[in-house]
Antibody, heavy 122, light 110 residues
Framework: QVTLRESGPALVKPTQTLTLTCTFS??????????VSWLRQPPGKALEWLAV???????YYNTSLKTRLTISRDTSKNQVVLALTDMDPVDTATYYC??????????????WGKGTTVAVSS | QSVLTQPPSVSAAPGQTVSISCSGS????????VSWYQQLPGTAPRLLIY???HRPSGIPDRFSASKSGTSATLDITGLQTGDEADYYC???????????FGGGTKVTVL
C-alpha cells in the first residue's frame, strides 16, 4: 500500500523559509519512473504544481517560483523535502505531496497525501 | 492565470452527462499526455484519468476522457450527487519544463 504524509510547521512568519517533509512508504524513489511532486492549493483557489524530483534525481520547478524553491530527497529515509524561501501571506495554502509517475515527459500524480495547511502571518 | 483553460463550472441533473473541456497549446496538451483529477470537498485530489484516457483501478467507467489536438475533454455519464467536486486537468509543458494544471471546474448536480 502506497502512502504519503506531509509534515511541517502550521504557521510561519513573513520572510521565513518554509521546510516541508514528505514521508512515503510502499514504493522506492530509486525505481525507474517513480517521482515525488509537491503541489499547493490556497484557500478556495486552484491547485498549483510546485516541483518534482525524479528517481534519477532530476528536479523540475514551477517557473514562477523557481528562485524560491528547492526540492531534495533522502532515499534512505524515504523522504522528500521542499524548501520555499521568503514566505509571504499569499503563500498561505494546503501543501500536498504526491507520488508521481513518469515516462519520458509524461507526469501524473497517482497517490496523494492528505495535505498540510500552512499559514503565513506575523 | 492557469496555463490550461477550463470552464469554471458545469452542471446537470442526476443521470445526465457533463463534459469538461481543457484547452492548451502545442507545448503542453498538443504533444504530451493529459491527466484528470477529482477533488471532493475538503479532501485531497485523486487521479481519475492518466495517459489521456486510462482509468486507474477503482475508477468507474462513467468517467472517460479524450484528447484531440491541443484540447482534452473529461466526460462524466450517469451523473450522481457524489460526483459534485472540482475537476482539474494536468499535463507536462515542454516549453516550461514543468507540470501545468487547469484552473479547475466545479461540477454541480442539480
Amino acid at each position: 500500500q502506497v502512502t504519503l504524509r506531509e509534515s511541517g510547521p502550521a504557521l510561519v512568519k513573513p520572510t521565513q523559509t518554509l521546510t516541508l517533509t514528505c514521508t512515503f512508504s510502499g514504493f522506492s524513489l530509486n525505481t525507474a519512473g517513480m517521482c515525488v511532486s509537491w503541489l499547493r492549493q490556497p484557500p478556495g483557489k486552484a491547485l498549483e504544481w510546485l516541483a518534482v524530483i525524479d528517481w534519477d534525481d532530476d528536479k523540475y520547478y514551477n517557473t514562477s517560483l523557481k528562485t524560491r524553491l528547492t526540492i531534495s530527497r533522502d532515499t534512505s529515509k524515504n523522504q522528500v523535502v521542499l524548501a520555499l524561501t521568503d514566505m509571504d501571506p499569499v503563500d498561505t495554502a494546503t501543501y500536498y505531496c504526491a507520488r508521481t509517475r513518469n515516462y519520458y515527459y509524461d507526469y501524473y500524480m497517482d497517490v496523494w497525501g492528505k495535505g498540510t495547511t500552512v499559514a503565513v502571518s506575523s | 492565470q492557469s496555463v490550461l483553460t477550463q470552464p469554471p463550472s458545469v452542471s446537470a441533473a442526476p443521470g445526465q452527462t457533463v463534459s469538461i473541456s481543457c484547452s492548451g497549446s502545442s507545448s503542453n496538451i498538443g504533444n504530451n499526455y493529459v491527466s484528470w483529477y477529482q477533488q471532493l470537498p475538503g479532501t485531497a485530489p485523486r487521479l481519475l484519468i492518466y495517459d489521456n484516457n486510462h482509468r486507474p483501478s477503482g475508477i468507474p467507467d462513467r468517467f472517460s476522457a479524450s484528447k484531440s489536438g491541443t484540447s482534452a475533454t473529461l466526460d462524466i455519464t450517469g451523473l450522481q450527487t457524489g460526483d459534485e467536486a472540482d475537476y482539474y486537468c494536468g499535463t507536462w509543458d515542454s516549453s516550461l519544463s514543468a507540470v501545468v494544471f487547469g484552473g479547475g471546474t466545479k461540477v454541480t448536480v442539480l
